[in-house]
């Protein structure tokens, strides 16, 4: 789970950066006259920024939803049998 951690902060690093940096007029223009209708054409006239966006929201709620289940519910069987193989083959 580290490694997806990683991985996240890195997508929200650049990606993340980049499509918010490249939605600012949108921002802007949001911050003065807020509607949801704004905010919605703003990123359907920059689908590059809302794909970048719309990537890093859903890998971190992914991220979110399983570090829940796991905290609630515990390892599945096969999630247990993986990791004490992988201990296994470790030296």
Known sequence: MRRWWLVTLGLWATAGV???WSLRRTWQQAAEHFTWAAIRYGLAFNRLAAAGLGLCVGLTVALLVKEARFLLFGLTP???RDLLKA?????
């Open 18 to 20: 980049i499509s918010i």
């Open 78 to 80: 096969q999630e247990r």
């Open 87 to 91: 201990l296994q083959k470790r030296p």
